[in-house]
């Protein structure tokens, strides 16, 4: 049995997210859009603290295991997490999604359908990513090679920006997304408030051009066709926040590399209406002390914090940062401490001047999903000290948002 105070606690954290209704969350039905460089909700301030969980669809196509997907909701939501970020695409390979070109599986269609159904009862806003600059769940390869069967002429995988064919694949992607009916909620995905915004792919990256100004092109080219679409949702391209040429003064904070990105260029498309970046520094900046590696971190959010303010003059989120088990020396208390230092430099920025509406976490998962494991994972109901950490940002944060 709960204790009394354990309980006061998910009431309060209940009653801070929306309205306590047959035991699910009744949240406002409005979109999330942008006021300057903030977020607002029916014409009031909007921070969070939220998280990943790519996996839900793929999770949720089977039904024996969408319970996973409620308790993650559950316990997001108890902790005071409110928004999500997860994939609404899988190409090619087991259970995908689009197993071709214009050929979907209505059954992890309805896996989708389910996700976004519980964010709605359990008062999480969406963001839904549409393609994959990795071979993981079959990403911009996968759609070159659709191509290639086809026998159009490509010659690479970044083909996937320039490639007449390749991009109505990917355009024929946003279309049957965007305008599918929830077989659950009977909302079309584009009319749906439980969406907080469209990604129009996780970390893209351009080997044949490192200067950002293919990939400029190609998120031109889609931002437009999507708001095209649907003009009710926000957007953003998916960077991690890697310079590119436009102002090589900022290349000094990437680390030590580019990408084929340009944060600057990339981001001044009006059609982008926030920015986002990611940050893994045992793994960019691997074989560095935990102290080299959060300084760079620290510096990289205040950079972009302070670029999107002034130059972009658009709201920033943090989209994805964790701590990996695999890293050497790791403990649950250093996994906890990055958090709590990162969280406390997003909230200090939130409060000193605006401009970022939050931080989501990579990743919070249910119970049960060993196979999934990446090393970053974290099980709220299993991880105590991180979901204090977690909890403890998402009352920082939501305190903020009413001062």
């Not at 599918?180 to 995905?189: C, G």
């Not at 986002?276 to 520094?281: K, L, M």
């Amino acid at each position: 049995m709960k204790s009394a105070t354990c309980v006061c606690k998910v009431i309060f954290l209940l009653l801070v997210v929306g309205l306590v209704c047959e035991g699910q969350v009744v949240v406002s039905s409005g979109f999330v859009e942008t006021r300057g460089t903030g977020f607002i909700v029916d014409g009031s301030p909007f921070l969070f603290n939220g998280f990943n969980s790519y996996w839900m669809m793929t999770v949720a196509s089977q039904p024996s295991q969408r319970s996973k997907i409620s308790d993650v909701f559950r316990e997001a939501a108890a902790a005071g997490l409110t928004v999500c970020r997860t994939w609404a695409f899988s190409d090619g390979g087991d259970r995908a999604l689009q197993m071709s070109p214009r050929l979907y599986n209505e059954a992890v269609f309805q896996g989708l359908d389910f996700v976004i159904s519980e964010a709605r009862k359990y008062g999480v806003k969406l963001i839904l990513s549409l393609s994959n600059n990795y071979e993981d769940y079959g990403g911009k390869a996968q759609y070159v090679q659709w191509a290639r069967n086809a026998g159009v002429p490509v010659s690479g995988e970044d083909d996937f920006y320039t490639n007449a064919v390749v991009k109505s694949y990917y355009k024929n992607h946003v279309k049957k997304v965007l305008t599918r009916i929830n077989t659950f909620t009977r909302i079309a995905y584009k009319d749906d408030s439980t969406i907080m915004a469209w990604e129009l792919m996780n970390e893209p990256r351009c080997q044949a051009d490192y200067s950002g100004k293919t990939v400029n092109g190609w998120v031109q080219e889609m931002a437009s066709y999507v708001k095209s679409m649907d003009n009710k949702h926000l957007l953003e391209v998916g960077m991690e926040g890697f310079y590119g040429d436009s102002i090589p003064d900022r290349k000094q904070y990437n680390p030590g590399y580019q990408v084929g990105t340009d944060f600057i260029t990339n981001n001044q498309i009006k059609e982008i209406d926030f920015t986002t970046i990611h940050a893994y520094p045992d793994i960019w900046l691997s074989g560095q002390n935990d102290n080299l590696q959060m300084a760079f971190v620290q510096k990289w959010l205040t950079t972009h914090w302070t670029d999107s303010r002034t130059i972009l003059k658009k709201p920033l989120v943090f989209s994805e940062f964790g701590k990996s088990k695999k890293d050497p020396g790791y403990s649950e208390s250093a996994r906890d401490a990055f958090l709590y230092t990162l969280y406390t430099k997003i909230y200090e920025l939130a409060r000193s001047g605006g401009g970022i509406g939050g931080g989501l976490v990579w990743q919070i998962m249910a119970q049960g999903m060993d196979s999934y494991y990446d090393g970053y994972e974290i099980v709220l109901s299993q991880n105590p000290s991180a979901a204090a950490v977690i909890s403890q940002q998402s009352r920082k944060m939501t305190a903020l948002e009413h001062a």
